[in-house]
């Protein structure tokens, strides 16, 4: 062999070895993350049962609080620095944030909510199994199970030696179910962290399976039609004079929004208070009221509220402005007004790098043994805090979180326990390859 050739063989050879070298430590280190996910998946479970059994319905400060105090205690001996934030600013309990600051790899920014749907006053208080692994309980999987999940991927990270060299945030809201107002100062926290972070990993629930992942979610915004009518005996209604009346132009208007927009993907509308009559009073919030009206006289007001969800802004915009151009159609002496909300939850565009990111999270999954992952279909997923990261990072995805049921916001609402150990492992092992590059 020429000496060359010689050269040349020795050259692959360093390679493969130090190939082999850099796999060989790779593999030692997930398994060192698998390892601790299995010691401490107890704790954690103890940990899960404590957090549902503190009631933190959004509007039960010291519940939310608390539940955040919870967290941040497990966070600091981590070594997060840590701060519960203040929300008197937007009428909310405030957020947990949780910070590290590494030397290695892309800025991470985790998200979880301490609140849930359940009040003080609702009846769904506490945890019961229903087995040996299916738990009920208000907030397991929304979201209790997934800031569990973020914990427990920190314990490995750190018990595998990588976190310490991490930049990672962590932000759990405190108003995600019902968001403080203004808008602008509830989500602001969450939008900084975005504005600091490269990727973004929500830790929601997905559709309630453990084989599927949110690349995409649809924005959420509220509307309201507000029509009038001339009031007149029922007797002259359809006449020049008269018209049709307040109902039916709202009637109208409703059934074009159906015809024309119902067809688009991942686009939906939906009306869902409605009152009308000769004369109304609607409460502030547009929840409830009265409506006072004879079936011998022709309508004089109409009110509808409802909302609008849509893929991406562009869609959202141009089924605004379509529903603009139908309700501005009227019939003989009617009129209509279509107002939409300022705030509201902005869509979570797909993306080349929200795919991306699906790929790596579905190698992890496939590599640890757990299946293959697919992306959920957006009909499937609500709006969700990490939207509010959408245009600020490179990749997101979400429903991270603990999964088994499909009841959430119901008394019925469950999580699977076997997968808290799946999901937090996934969840390291992702985030520690991420941070190889």
Known sequence: MSLKNKFKS???FLIIAISMNVQAQKNSTEKKIVKSVDKHTA???DLLRKAININSGTMNFEGVKKVGELFKSELDKLGFKTELTSGEAYGRAGHLIAKKEGKKGPKLLLIGHLDTVFESDSPFQEYKMLNDSIMNGPGIADMKGG????ILAMQALKDAGVLD???IEIVMTGDEEKSGDPLELSKKDLIDAAKRADIALGFENADGRATTIVTSRRGSSDWVLKVKGKPAHSSQIFTDNIG?????EASRILNEFYQTLSVEENLTFNPGFIIGGTSLEPNEELTGGTALGKSNVVAQEVIVRGDIRAISPEQLEKAKQTMIEIASKNYNNTSAEIVFGDGGYPPLAPTTGNEALLEKYNAVSQDLGFGAITAVNPRNAGAADISFTSGYVDMAIDGLGLTGGDDDHTIHETGN???LSVQAKRAAVLMYR???K
Do not use: E, R
Request: with cysteine.
């Open 10 to 12: 020795l050259l692959i």
């Open 244 to 248: 049709v009346g307040a109902i039916y």
């Open 417 to 419: 326990l076997k997968h």
């Open 165 to 167: 060299d991490m930049n």
């Open 43 to 45: 704790a954690s479970l």
């Open 434 to 436: 991420l941070c190889l």
């Open 147 to 150: 800031d569990v999940i973020i």
